[in-house]
Protein backbone atom coordinates (compact mmCIF):
# COMPACT_ATOMS: atom_id res chain seq x y z
CA UNK A 1 0.00 0.00 0.00
CA UNK A 2 1.12 3.73 -0.45
CA UNK A 3 1.72 5.92 2.31
CA UNK A 4 3.10 9.55 2.35
CA UNK A 5 6.64 9.60 4.69
CA UNK A 6 8.84 12.02 6.22
CA UNK A 7 11.77 11.37 6.07
CA UNK A 8 13.92 14.54 6.64
CA UNK A 9 12.30 18.29 8.20
CA UNK A 10 11.74 21.04 5.47
CA UNK A 11 11.84 18.47 3.12
CA UNK A 12 8.77 17.26 0.39
CA UNK A 13 6.71 14.09 1.64
CA UNK A 14 7.64 11.39 -0.36
CA UNK A 15 4.57 8.72 -1.34
CA UNK A 16 5.96 5.59 -1.72
CA UNK A 17 5.07 1.84 -0.90
CA UNK A 18 5.28 0.51 2.39
CA UNK A 19 4.17 -2.69 3.80
CA UNK A 20 1.32 -2.55 6.75
CA UNK A 21 1.11 -5.65 9.05
CA UNK A 22 -2.13 -6.90 10.64
CA UNK A 23 -3.69 -5.59 13.24
CA UNK A 24 -2.05 -6.75 16.75
CA UNK A 25 -3.86 -7.47 20.39
CA UNK A 26 -6.36 -4.36 21.39
CA UNK A 27 -5.56 -2.72 17.34
CA UNK A 28 -7.84 -2.08 14.58
CA UNK A 29 -6.87 -1.86 11.08
CA UNK A 30 -8.56 0.90 9.13
CA UNK A 31 -8.94 1.78 5.04
CA UNK A 32 -8.44 5.37 5.04
CA UNK A 33 -11.35 6.83 3.15
CA UNK A 34 -10.31 10.62 4.17
CA UNK A 35 -7.41 12.10 5.56
CA UNK A 36 -7.34 16.14 6.49
CA UNK A 37 -4.54 17.92 5.59
CA UNK A 38 -4.00 20.22 8.81
CA UNK A 39 -1.34 22.74 9.70
CA UNK A 40 -0.10 20.65 12.90
CA UNK A 41 1.30 18.20 10.89
CA UNK A 42 3.11 21.43 8.98
CA UNK A 43 4.93 22.33 12.76
CA UNK A 44 6.38 18.47 12.50
CA UNK A 45 7.51 18.84 8.76
CA UNK A 46 8.94 21.71 9.01
CA UNK A 47 10.74 20.95 12.31
CA UNK A 48 8.84 23.33 14.99
CA UNK A 49 7.88 20.25 16.85
CA UNK A 50 10.31 17.25 17.07
CA UNK A 51 9.62 14.06 15.58
CA UNK A 52 10.71 10.93 14.81
CA UNK A 53 11.70 10.21 11.68
CA UNK A 54 11.07 8.46 8.95
CA UNK A 55 7.63 8.92 9.96
CA UNK A 56 4.04 8.64 8.51
CA UNK A 57 2.24 11.08 9.07
CA UNK A 58 -1.37 12.58 9.31
CA UNK A 59 -3.70 12.82 12.33
CA UNK A 60 -7.14 13.70 11.04
CA UNK A 61 -8.57 11.42 9.17
CA UNK A 62 -11.62 9.02 9.12
CA UNK A 63 -12.29 5.45 7.63
CA UNK A 64 -13.26 1.89 7.38
CA UNK A 65 -12.59 -0.83 9.71
CA UNK A 66 -11.06 -3.91 7.46
CA UNK A 67 -9.87 -6.09 10.24
CA UNK A 68 -9.29 -6.26 14.15
CA UNK A 69 -6.89 -7.64 16.14
CA UNK A 70 -7.71 -10.32 19.04
CA UNK A 71 -9.31 -8.78 22.19
CA UNK A 72 -11.13 -6.08 20.38
CA UNK A 73 -14.87 -5.33 21.20
CA UNK A 74 -15.44 -1.16 20.36
CA UNK A 75 -15.52 -2.45 16.72
CA UNK A 76 -16.19 -4.61 13.95
CA UNK A 77 -15.28 -4.88 10.16
CA UNK A 78 -17.08 -2.37 7.96
CA UNK A 79 -17.72 0.12 10.39
CA UNK A 80 -17.00 3.70 10.21
CA UNK A 81 -14.58 5.29 12.70
CA UNK A 82 -12.96 8.81 12.84
CA UNK A 83 -9.46 8.37 14.40
CA UNK A 84 -8.30 10.24 17.47
CA UNK A 85 -4.78 11.81 17.28
CA UNK A 86 -5.14 11.56 21.61
CA UNK A 87 -6.18 7.80 22.64
CA UNK A 88 -7.25 7.60 25.95
CA UNK A 89 -7.26 4.74 28.30
CA UNK A 90 -10.48 5.61 29.95
CA UNK A 91 -9.61 4.90 33.28
CA UNK A 92 -7.19 6.98 34.49
CA UNK A 93 -8.01 9.73 36.54
CA UNK A 94 -7.78 12.22 33.54
CA UNK A 95 -9.96 10.36 31.34
CA UNK A 96 -12.24 9.78 34.48
CA UNK A 97 -12.81 13.07 35.52
CA UNK A 98 -13.56 14.11 31.72
CA UNK A 99 -10.31 15.25 30.31
CA UNK A 100 -9.41 12.13 28.41
CA UNK A 101 -7.29 14.61 25.80
CA UNK A 102 -4.71 14.48 29.02
CA UNK A 103 -4.40 10.85 29.28
CA UNK A 104 -1.11 9.73 29.20
CA UNK A 105 -1.83 6.95 26.55
CA UNK A 106 -1.63 9.71 23.78
CA UNK A 107 1.76 11.04 25.28
CA UNK A 108 3.24 7.65 25.09
CA UNK A 109 2.20 7.04 21.39
CA UNK A 110 3.33 10.74 20.46
CA UNK A 111 7.23 9.89 22.17
CA UNK A 112 7.56 6.62 21.14
CA UNK A 113 6.25 6.85 17.28
CA UNK A 114 5.26 3.08 17.95
CA UNK A 115 2.03 0.90 18.97
CA UNK A 116 1.27 0.47 22.59
CA UNK A 117 3.05 -2.73 22.73
CA UNK A 118 6.46 -0.92 21.61
CA UNK A 119 6.41 -1.93 18.08
CA UNK A 120 5.60 -1.11 14.70
CA UNK A 121 3.28 -1.99 12.00
CA UNK A 122 5.03 0.33 9.10
CA UNK A 123 7.83 -0.79 7.07
CA UNK A 124 10.03 0.06 4.33
CA UNK A 125 12.44 -2.21 2.52
CA UNK A 126 13.12 -4.17 5.96
CA UNK A 127 13.10 -1.01 8.08
CA UNK A 128 10.36 0.29 10.60
CA UNK A 129 8.68 3.65 9.80
CA UNK A 130 7.06 5.23 13.03
CA UNK A 131 3.72 5.87 13.57
CA UNK A 132 2.51 9.58 13.96
CA UNK A 133 0.46 10.18 17.25
CA UNK A 134 -1.34 6.74 16.91
CA UNK A 135 -2.90 7.68 13.45
CA UNK A 136 -0.50 8.05 10.64
CA UNK A 137 -3.48 8.80 7.72
CA UNK A 138 -1.65 9.76 4.94
CA UNK A 139 -1.78 6.14 4.11
CA UNK A 140 -3.90 3.75 1.92
CA UNK A 141 -4.75 1.74 5.23
CA UNK A 142 -3.81 2.46 9.44
CA UNK A 143 -3.43 0.64 11.93
CA UNK A 144 -4.35 1.90 15.23
CA UNK A 145 -4.98 1.06 19.18
CA UNK A 146 -8.59 0.65 19.43
CA UNK A 147 -8.75 3.44 22.15
CA UNK A 148 -8.01 5.42 19.13
CA UNK A 149 -10.99 5.53 17.49
CA UNK A 150 -14.58 6.58 17.89
CA UNK A 151 -17.50 4.74 15.87
CA UNK A 152 -20.09 6.91 13.83
CA UNK A 153 -23.21 6.48 11.67
CA UNK A 154 -22.42 5.38 8.00
CA UNK A 155 -24.83 8.54 7.02
CA UNK A 156 -21.84 10.94 7.67
CA UNK A 157 -19.83 11.38 4.84
CA UNK A 158 -15.89 10.19 5.22
CA UNK A 159 -15.17 13.72 4.43
CA UNK A 160 -16.74 15.52 7.40
CA UNK A 161 -15.93 12.60 9.54
CA UNK A 162 -11.90 13.02 8.89
CA UNK A 163 -12.45 16.85 10.11
CA UNK A 164 -13.99 15.48 13.50
CA UNK A 165 -10.75 14.25 14.07
CA UNK A 166 -9.19 17.19 14.74
CA UNK A 167 -10.22 20.81 13.48
CA UNK A 168 -13.51 20.21 14.00
CA UNK A 169 -13.34 19.24 17.51
CA UNK A 170 -10.91 21.47 18.38
CA UNK A 171 -12.60 24.37 17.49
CA UNK A 172 -16.10 23.76 18.18
CA UNK A 173 -14.75 21.87 21.53
CA UNK A 174 -12.61 25.15 22.53
CA UNK A 175 -16.01 27.05 22.83
CA UNK A 176 -18.58 24.56 23.66
CA UNK A 177 -15.72 22.76 26.32
CA UNK A 178 -12.86 24.80 27.10
CA UNK A 179 -15.05 28.40 27.35
CA UNK A 180 -18.38 27.17 27.41
CA UNK A 181 -18.95 30.17 25.52
CA UNK A 182 -22.46 31.69 26.55
CA UNK A 183 -25.36 33.19 24.24
CA UNK A 184 -25.01 36.51 23.44
CA UNK A 185 -21.88 36.69 24.19
CA UNK A 186 -18.96 38.64 21.98
CA UNK A 187 -16.43 36.42 20.85
CA UNK A 188 -12.78 37.47 19.11
CA UNK A 189 -11.02 34.50 17.02
CA UNK A 190 -7.66 35.31 16.11
CA UNK A 191 -6.70 33.34 13.22
CA UNK A 192 -9.00 32.01 10.74
CA UNK A 193 -7.51 28.47 9.30
CA UNK A 194 -9.18 25.32 9.78
CA UNK A 195 -9.33 25.37 13.24
CA UNK A 196 -10.41 29.07 13.62
CA UNK A 197 -13.51 28.76 11.17
CA UNK A 198 -14.51 25.74 13.36
CA UNK A 199 -14.67 28.23 16.36
CA UNK A 200 -16.77 30.33 14.24
CA UNK A 201 -18.85 27.79 13.88
CA UNK A 202 -18.75 26.73 17.06
CA UNK A 203 -19.52 30.61 18.42
CA UNK A 204 -22.58 30.62 16.10
CA UNK A 205 -23.85 27.56 16.95
CA UNK A 206 -24.57 28.43 21.08
CA UNK A 207 -25.31 31.80 19.60
CA UNK A 208 -22.67 34.43 20.14
CA UNK A 209 -24.24 38.01 19.41
CA UNK A 210 -20.94 39.15 18.06
CA UNK A 211 -18.29 37.05 16.76
CA UNK A 212 -15.00 38.98 15.85
CA UNK A 213 -12.54 37.53 13.58
CA UNK A 214 -8.92 38.89 13.12
CA UNK A 215 -6.63 37.47 10.08
CA UNK A 216 -3.74 38.83 8.35
CA UNK A 217 -5.08 37.23 4.74
CA UNK A 218 -8.44 38.59 3.59
CA UNK A 219 -9.05 35.81 1.30
CA UNK A 220 -9.70 33.92 5.34
CA UNK A 221 -11.39 36.89 6.57
CA UNK A 222 -13.92 35.88 3.96
CA UNK A 223 -13.98 32.55 4.72
CA UNK A 224 -15.24 33.39 8.01
CA UNK A 225 -17.81 35.62 7.49
CA UNK A 226 -19.12 32.47 5.33
CA UNK A 227 -19.39 30.46 8.42
CA UNK A 228 -20.71 33.60 10.59
CA UNK A 229 -18.04 35.82 11.84
CA UNK A 230 -19.89 39.37 12.12
CA UNK A 231 -16.95 41.43 12.58
CA UNK A 232 -13.71 41.42 10.57
CA UNK A 233 -10.45 42.55 11.49
CA UNK A 234 -6.99 42.49 8.84
CA UNK A 235 -4.62 42.45 11.53
CA UNK A 236 -2.13 43.62 8.92
CA UNK A 237 -3.68 47.11 8.21
CA UNK A 238 -5.86 47.47 12.19
CA UNK A 239 -4.15 46.76 15.39
CA UNK A 240 -6.03 44.07 17.05
CA UNK A 241 -6.49 45.37 20.58
CA UNK A 242 -8.21 49.02 19.72
CA UNK A 243 -10.34 47.83 16.75
CA UNK A 244 -11.93 45.28 18.99
CA UNK A 245 -12.55 48.03 22.00
CA UNK A 246 -14.26 50.01 19.16
CA UNK A 247 -16.61 47.00 18.33
CA UNK A 248 -17.52 46.42 21.86
CA UNK A 249 -18.43 49.87 23.21
CA UNK A 250 -14.41 50.38 24.62
CA UNK A 251 -14.90 47.07 26.79
CA UNK A 252 -13.59 44.39 25.07
CA UNK A 253 -14.93 40.73 24.33
CA UNK A 254 -16.39 37.97 26.95
CA UNK A 255 -14.47 35.46 25.11
CA UNK A 256 -10.87 35.76 22.84
CA UNK A 257 -9.46 32.43 21.00
CA UNK A 258 -6.26 32.36 19.82
CA UNK A 259 -6.02 29.68 16.92
CA UNK A 260 -2.27 30.06 15.46
CA UNK A 261 0.49 29.25 18.23
CA UNK A 262 1.90 32.22 18.32
CA UNK A 263 2.74 33.35 21.74
CA UNK A 264 2.30 37.40 20.67
CA UNK A 265 -1.26 36.79 19.44
CA UNK A 266 -1.79 34.90 22.42
CA UNK A 267 -1.08 37.91 24.48
CA UNK A 268 -3.32 39.89 22.09
CA UNK A 269 -6.30 37.33 23.06
CA UNK A 270 -6.06 38.03 26.90
CA UNK A 271 -5.36 41.64 26.24
CA UNK A 272 -8.60 41.80 23.95
CA UNK A 273 -10.81 40.84 26.94
CA UNK A 274 -13.37 42.73 28.85
CA UNK A 275 -13.20 42.26 32.89
CA UNK A 276 -14.18 39.14 34.24
CA UNK A 277 -13.62 37.65 30.44
CA UNK A 278 -11.89 34.58 29.39
CA UNK A 279 -9.01 33.96 27.05
CA UNK A 280 -8.38 30.42 25.42
CA UNK A 281 -5.05 29.54 23.88
CA UNK A 282 -5.94 26.83 20.91
CA UNK A 283 -2.92 27.21 18.24
CA UNK A 284 -0.06 24.91 19.09
CA UNK A 285 3.09 26.66 19.63
CA UNK A 286 6.36 26.29 19.03
CA UNK A 287 8.29 24.25 21.59
CA UNK A 288 9.78 26.24 24.34
CA UNK A 289 8.00 29.59 23.32
CA UNK A 290 6.84 32.14 26.25
CA UNK A 291 4.45 34.23 26.84
CA UNK A 292 4.36 37.53 29.01
CA UNK A 293 1.19 39.03 29.84
CA UNK A 294 0.14 42.15 32.12
CA UNK A 295 -0.19 40.07 35.73
CA UNK A 296 -2.10 42.95 37.03
CA UNK A 297 -4.85 42.96 34.90
CA UNK A 298 -4.96 39.13 35.76
CA UNK A 299 -6.06 40.15 39.47
CA UNK A 300 -7.73 43.38 39.38
CA UNK A 301 -9.40 42.50 36.23
CA UNK A 302 -10.69 38.83 36.96
CA UNK A 303 -9.29 37.80 33.59
CA UNK A 304 -9.07 34.00 32.81
CA UNK A 305 -6.04 32.59 30.90
CA UNK A 306 -6.76 28.63 29.72
CA UNK A 307 -5.27 26.22 27.11
CA UNK A 308 -7.52 24.48 25.09
CA UNK A 309 -6.24 20.67 23.83
CA UNK A 310 -8.55 18.53 21.24
CA UNK A 311 -11.23 21.17 22.34
CA UNK A 312 -11.13 19.17 25.74
CA UNK A 313 -12.97 17.19 24.01
CA UNK A 314 -14.85 13.93 25.49
CA UNK A 315 -14.80 12.11 21.68
CA UNK A 316 -17.29 9.42 22.48
CA UNK A 317 -19.89 11.79 23.91
CA UNK A 318 -18.93 15.04 21.88
CA UNK A 319 -18.43 13.54 18.37
CA UNK A 320 -21.27 11.83 17.93
CA UNK A 321 -22.95 14.74 19.14
CA UNK A 322 -21.67 16.69 16.58
CA UNK A 323 -21.89 14.96 13.58
CA UNK A 324 -25.67 14.36 14.68
CA UNK A 325 -26.13 18.44 13.99
CA UNK A 326 -24.44 18.07 10.99
CA UNK A 327 -26.51 15.48 9.58
CA UNK A 328 -29.34 17.98 10.88
CA UNK A 329 -28.27 20.18 8.74
CA UNK A 330 -27.65 22.81 12.15
CA UNK A 331 -22.65 22.78 11.29
CA UNK A 332 -22.36 24.01 7.86
CA UNK A 333 -19.16 21.05 7.73
CA UNK A 334 -19.38 20.52 4.15
CA UNK A 335 -18.53 23.94 3.42
CA UNK A 336 -15.31 23.64 4.96
CA UNK A 337 -13.87 21.28 3.02
CA UNK A 338 -11.93 23.35 -0.08
CA UNK A 339 -10.41 20.51 -2.05
CA UNK A 340 -9.81 16.89 -2.35
CA UNK A 341 -6.70 15.79 -3.50
CA UNK A 342 -5.17 12.17 -4.17
CA UNK A 343 -2.52 11.22 -1.94
CA UNK A 344 0.42 11.33 -4.16
CA UNK A 345 -0.66 15.11 -4.58
CA UNK A 346 0.02 15.72 -0.82
CA UNK A 347 2.73 18.39 -0.94
CA UNK A 348 1.08 20.45 -2.99
CA UNK A 349 -2.27 20.30 -0.88
CA UNK A 350 0.27 21.83 1.92
CA UNK A 351 1.47 24.06 -0.89
CA UNK A 352 -2.29 25.21 -0.87
CA UNK A 353 -2.86 25.70 2.47
CA UNK A 354 0.37 27.26 3.58
CA UNK A 355 -0.70 29.78 0.79
CA UNK A 356 -4.03 30.78 2.54
CA UNK A 357 -6.25 29.13 -0.45
CA UNK A 358 -8.46 26.86 1.11
CA UNK A 359 -10.01 26.13 4.48
CA UNK A 360 -9.23 22.47 4.70
CA UNK A 361 -8.33 20.09 1.91
CA UNK A 362 -8.88 16.34 2.36
CA UNK A 363 -6.85 13.51 1.22
CA UNK A 364 -8.55 10.96 -0.25
CA UNK A 365 -5.93 7.78 0.48
CA UNK A 366 -8.31 4.84 0.05
CA UNK A 367 -10.82 5.62 -2.28
CA UNK A 368 -14.18 5.79 -1.19
ZN1 LIG B 1 -6.61 7.77 30.52
ZN1 LIG C 1 -4.89 18.87 13.30
Known amino acids: ?171 IGAVMNTAEVQPGASVLVIGAGGVGLNVVIGAALVGANQIIVADLLDSKLEMAHSFGATHLINAGEEEVVSAVRALTGGEGVDYAFEVIGNPKTMATAYQSVRRGGTAVAVGIPPLGSEMTINAGELVYQEKTLKGSYYGTARPHADMPRLLDLYLAGRLPLDKLVSRTYPLDKVNEAYAALLAGEVARSILLPGGS
Open 1 to 171: MKAAILYETKQPLRVEEVELDGPGHGEVLVRVAAAGVCHSDYHFMNGDLPITLPCVIGHEGAGVVEEVGSNVSAVAPGDHVVMLFRAACGRCEFCQRGRPALCAMAGLLRNSGRMLDGTSRLHRAGTDLHHFLGVSCFAERTVLPEQGIVKIKPEVPLEVAALMGCAVMTG
